[in-house]
């Protein structure tokens, strides 16, 4: 049964929270509408239960319209949004409708017939209700669990983790290494992005910045610093006390949200396990090794010259197994990274049909990419091993290679879901119950508003030919 009174109640208190009290009486002057006295006044009338999926987005997405219209900030829709229960994700579809070309041409439309522009709550023009229309019927990412009390060691990779014990043992020299990184990495490169990369805050790029604190929230981990370098589908991290995330622009323009969480969940996995640090540390104790080197062979030439150049080439042997030794370490820890990005996503389709993106799937043909392709290829990949040359291959090829290939990342991490671990620990952290929820991502419901601004029955649960949306606001 319909509660009227409660959906009124709800939509007129989240107007009032983005549009402030003088604008609220204007727009609910002939309704019988409640008057708040404050924020806390209106989020407390506030019932998300009251609306659909449909009818909250569809408002918020009013409510967006109108703060872009009137240049306001962020706080006032996160008040709105978190009141409403909206999903992070929608952010992503609102800034793909509701583009600042048509933000534009509304106000300019608005101004030149002296209309106001709270008149696209009660008057919306047909345009407008049909753009509100597509944010609200649009796929929306579900809400990711938060793995509670998650710890890196839960998902690492077996031969990271084995890596990881070792520099984890050598705590004074990582102390030494922690320091040389602040100083070295860290202070350096915050002065150069901040004078060549743009940097993601909640008012500039809000979208983004939401997917990277759902993933922190998700993985349990402060969040970093993220700034924009120009590129294709990628991202890197350096830093150690205050971690720095670059995203290559192409992240932006080519991933769905859920393939922007696997990547920025990537990229957050590598500060959880700590890599940039026990990796400068390993890289440091080679540099170390190849100091002692240069010594031992300098000695050895004053006792029989010409036996510096024996020590050097048995060392450079050694040095070749060090060197294949610390790039397969950084291998295995882009496999931890890819399972952290996972977790963070919890969309093992999107993880695929990222590393599809990034393996060259072309962009004109995104709208047909599958996930099972990627997986085919895998499989016959491995196949390969069966002819020792091709082994041979394989070696000398990623031999000094810091990132496994995409189809090699992409089998991995397909052994890891399969093998139930993901699914497992993602249960065992959020508390559910052992059903599999993977798909695509979406909420797979797409509802409609009753005519009278009421929720609809199971029978009107399509979405209706022609009619449109409306939200009763008087």
Known sequence: MKNEPAINDTISAAVYLVVGPEEHQKIFADSHSLHFTSREDAIAHI???ALTQNQRIALFAYLYLYSKLHHQGQDSLSHAQKALSIPNGITANLESTITQPRIDYIRKLFKEKHRSHAEIFNKPDGFIAKMIEDVAYADVPTEKKVLKGLKASEYEHKWDRDGIKLMESQSTFGDLVKKYNVLAYEATEIVRLTGSNYQVTKDNLPHVHNALEEVCEVLGVDTPLLY?????????????????????????????????????????????????QYHTMARAMANIGEGIVSLASSAANLFAPGMGKVVELAANASGLTLEGTLMAWRRMSELTADRAGLLACQNPD???????????YPLKYYNSISPKDILKQARAFVKLDNDPYNQFV??????????????????????WNASGSYRALVNRKAGASDTNEDGDGSSGIKVAFGGDGSKPTDTESKKPSGTGISIQFN
């Open 228 to 276: 924009i370098e120009s590129g294709g589908i990628n991202a890197s991290t350096i830093g150690t006390e205050t971690p720095i995330i670059c995203l290559y622009s192409g992240c932006l323009s080519l991933l769905s949200h859920d393939e922007l969480l696997f990547i920025l969940g990537h990229e957050v996995g590598h500060i959880k396990s700590r890599h940039f």
């Open 350 to 360: 999107a993880a695929f049909t990222t590393l599809t993106k990034m393996a060259g």
């Open 394 to 415: 394989k070696f000398e090829e990623i031999f000094d290679s810091s990132h496994p290939w995409p189809i090699m990342r992409a089998r991995e991490l397909d052994r």
């Open 47 to 49: 019932r998300p239960t």
